[in-house]
């Protein structure tokens, strides 16, 4: 999966995004990962929501 997700930045025009990996603490106080592929200018946006 991950060659897939780098496969498809590297394609023209795909320099604007990033993926971006977040920590989130479950109810039972686990946590697990969130990533999501977004623009770089949202980065903060994806980091700062709950």
Do not use: C, N, W
Not at 2 to 10: D, E, G, I, N, R
Not at 11 to 25: C, I, L, R, Y
Not at 37 to 49: G, L, R, S, T, W
Request: proline share 2%; charged share 35%; aromatic share 10%.
């Amino acid at each position: 999966m991950a060659k897939k997700t780098v496969a498809s930045l590297q394609k023209k025009g795909a320099k604007a995004f990033t993926k971006a990996v977040k920590m989130v603490k479950t109810e039972s106080g686990s946590y697990s990962f969130k990533s999501e592929i977004v623009p770089k200018d949202k980065v903060k946006e994806f980091f700062a929501k709950k």
